[in-house]
């Protein structure tokens, strides 16, 4: 179940998104387990981008928002989900790899409603700064003063 050698059949891939350790769990079209592995962040994007174009889901959260764009650039179908709807389909034994089976298992669900993934700019990645308000928070507080009386002082 571990090798590389049946890549060309996988058609569905959940990921299930940590800090330093990520879990990848693949199946083909028919639903059988062809992968499970246990990826360092550095190691990620290699075997992401060495997998057949298909399509991976996320829980979507902020890393799944760093992870998605260049998931697009390999050429996969990236599908984010909302953490509520993939509660309901983790085992018992509350680990990586079943947590990332519960992901996959839920991006094959039809009728599955996904969580938009942000462009770059509301992402906040560099040298796309996220959208300001116009006139800063300077300008919002001038024109919605505090209707709260300051207590204490006299006038």
Request: charged fraction near 20%; proline fraction near 8%; include cysteine.
């Amino acid at each position: 179940m571990k090798e590389l050698s049946k890549v060309s059949v996988i058609k569905f891939v959940g990921i299930d998104l940590a800090k330093r350790s990520f879990h990848l769990y693949a199946v083909d079209g028919e639903g059988r387990a062809v992968l499970s592995r246990k990826l360092t962040r550095a190691r990620l994007s290699v075997v992401v981008a060495q997998l057949p174009a298909c399509t991976i889901a996320m829980e979507a959260c902020g890393s799944a928002h760093h992870w998605a764009p260049l998931f697009r650039i390999f050429g996969h179908e990236v599908r984010l989900i909302a953490p509520q709807f993939v509660k309901p389909y983790v085992k018992p034994n509350k680990n990586d790899a079943a947590h990332a089976e519960a992901i996959c298992d839920t991006a094959q669900r039809p009728g599955m409603r996904v969580v938009a993934i942000k462009t770059l700019e509301a992402a906040g990645y560099p040298g796309h700064p996220p959208p300001a308000r116009a006139g800063g928070a300077a300008a919002h507080r001038a024109d919605h003063p505090d209707p709260r009386p300051v207590v204490g002082i006299r006038h």
